[in-house]
C-alpha cells in the first residue's frame, strides 16, 4: 500500500525540512507550476496521481506586507486553497495537517497564548491564515492545525539569511526590540510534523486530534535579541559581529502591524502528541554551522 506524504509548499523551509527529515518516509513535495493555489481545479488530479495518505500543507501567502494591498491573493491562498485542499483529504479519508501563524493574535495579551484565546489578527495576512483555520475546520475532516511562529532555517527567505546578507553591507543594524515571540527551527517543526503523523498512524484518528495546536521552539527573545544571538553563533565562524541597536516598532514603520509579543503556550501538542521542541537557541546554532561551516567569511 502505498503511504506517500504529499506536502505543499515548494522549496519553502518547512517543505524542505520535511523533505530532509522524512528519512525513509515516502513523501511528495509539490509546488509551483504543478501545484499553484491560483489553479484549485488542478488539485483532484494531483491527488490522483500521488494517492497519498496524508497531506501537510505548508504552502501560504506569507509576504505579510503585501497582503495590506493584496487581500484577494492572499485569501485565495490561506482560505480558499485549504479549504478545497480540506475537502478532497475528507474525501479520500486521510489526515491533513495545516500550518498557521502566530499572527492570528494580537499580541495584547502579556502572557503566551494558549489555543483557546481568543484571536485578534491585526493585519490581512493574519486575518487571512484565521479565514484558513476556520475554513478547513468546517470541512469536518481529519484536520489538524498546527500554529507556529518566526520559523528561521538555512533555507528559503528568514531572518537568520536576511542578517547574516545585511552584515556583508553594514557594520551597523537597526533591529526591532520591543516585539517578543518563539523561535522555530524548520528543522524542528518538521520532526514536530511527523511526530504527529505517526501518533495519528499509529492509534487513528481520534476526536482530540481534531483542533489547533501550538508549535514552537523552547524559550523566548525578541528580533533584537535574535539578531544578537545570530552573530554570537556566527562568531565561532569568523564573522565580526555589527553594532545591533534596538529600536522600537514605531522606528521602523511597516504596512502591516505586528504582535508586540505573539508568545504561544505548547503545552497542548505536549499533552495530545508528545512534541516539545527543543531550546531555539540550540537549533540557531545548527543552523549557523550549515550556513557558514566551511565558507565563514
Known sequence: MDRTILVTGGTGQLATALARAAQELPICVVGRPRFDFGRPEAFPDLFAAVKPHALVNAAAYTAVDAAETDAEAALKANRDGPAELARLCSAARIPLIHISTDYVFDGTKGTPYLETDPPAPLGVY????????????????????????????????????????????????????DQRGRPTAASDLATAVLAVLHNIETTGWQEQFGTVFHVAGSGETTWHGLATAIFEEAGRYGVRPPEIAPIATADWP??????????????????????????????????????LGGSAR
Open 254 to 291: 511597516t504596512p502591516a502591524r505586528r504582535p508586540a509579543d505573539s508568545r504561544l503556550d505548547c503545552r497542548r501538542i505536549d499533552h495530545v502528541f508528545g512534541v516539545r521542541l527543543p531550546p531555539w537557541r540550540a537549533s540557531l546554532g545548527a543552523i549557523i554551522d550549515e550556513l
Open 126 to 177: 493574519g486575518a487571512s491564515k484565521l479565514a484558513g483555520e476556520e475554513a478547513v475546520l468546517a470541512v469536518r475532516g481529519q484536520v489538524t492545525i498546527l500554529r507556529t511562529s518566526w520559523v528561521i532555517s538555512a533555507t528559503g527567505r528568514n531572518f537568520v539569511r536576511s542578517m547574516l546578507a545585511a552584515r556583508q553591507n553594514t557594520d551597523r543594524l537597526r533591529v526591532v526590540a
